[in-house]
């Protein structure tokens, strides 16, 4: 399978526990991309990594949130201090990284967190 | 102002129609359109994308993009209850390469 892959699958964590996922890319692919889904809205930017730099993070990544990507292959996203609002699926997605442009982002399956 | 708008739904076709799925978004400077389906509890999956305006053609799928008008529409034609799902709208955002979502259309074939 040469896909998105992302791990876990699912995570059910208690209120205040520190929670990491990890994401392994397309091979070849150079931006990395996180996202957060909650039901009925779409995915929401969270960050994106250009190979190991993380070059944008969006105001929904608050202090409680890491993500690194190193040597630019996986990355993976931690959530410190989890608190019941951050439940949701958390979707990475990888692209080729073409110059210039907004290029097709393609997603893996998604972590679901469930925060009790 | 949500800088990507979808109607809801749900849209509800009979099999074998052409289902027509809208999207506006609020960006004039925006330059990449994407289409992805998402099944219940799954991630979403890539139809098309468009950068240019006018029609793109894949099999069943056609994307339409006006951007004079700031509005973007796949076309579903001879609609399977396979294509039951939720069509997402993406568009590039005004800074990098992140892409910013609409909340979804839902659609539901009919047999």
């Known amino acids: 399978d040469t896909g998105v892959s992302q791990d876990p699958r699912h995570k059910i964590t208690k209120r205040g526990q520190n929670v990491t996922f990890r994401c392994d890319p397309i091979?070849?692919?150079?931006?990395l991309y996180w996202y957060r889904q909650t039901l009925g809205q779409g995915p929401e930017f969270l960050t994106y990594f250009q190979n190991e730099a993380q070059l944008e993070k969006s105001r929904l990544l608050s202090d409680r949130f890491s993500a690194e990507r190193p040597k630019g292959s996986f990355s993976t996203l931690e959530i410190q201090r989890t608190e019941q609002g951050d439940s949701a699926m958390y979707l990475c997605a990888s692209s080729q990284g073409l110059a210039g442009i907004t290029d097709t982002q393609y997603f893996g399956p998604g972590t679901r967190l469930t925060v009790l | 102002q949500k800088e990507v708008e979808q109607n809801s739904g749900p849209l509800s076709v009979p099999e074998g129609a052409i289902a027509s799925l809208n999207c506006t978004y609020s960006d004039r400077g925006s330059q990449s359109f994407f289409w992805y389906r998402q099944y219940s509890g799954k991630s979403p999956e890539l139809i098309m994308f468009i950068y240019s305006n006018g029609d793109k053609e894949d099999g069943r799928f056609t994307a339409q993009l006006n951007k004079a008008s700031q509005y973007v529409s796949l076309l579903i034609r001879d609609s399977q209850p396979s294509d039951s799902a939720t069509y997402l709208c993406a568009v590039d955002s005004n800074s990098g390469y992140a892409l910013n979502f609409g909340k979804g259309t839902s659609l539901l074939v009919t047999p």
């Open positions: 091979s070849e692919h150079n931006r």
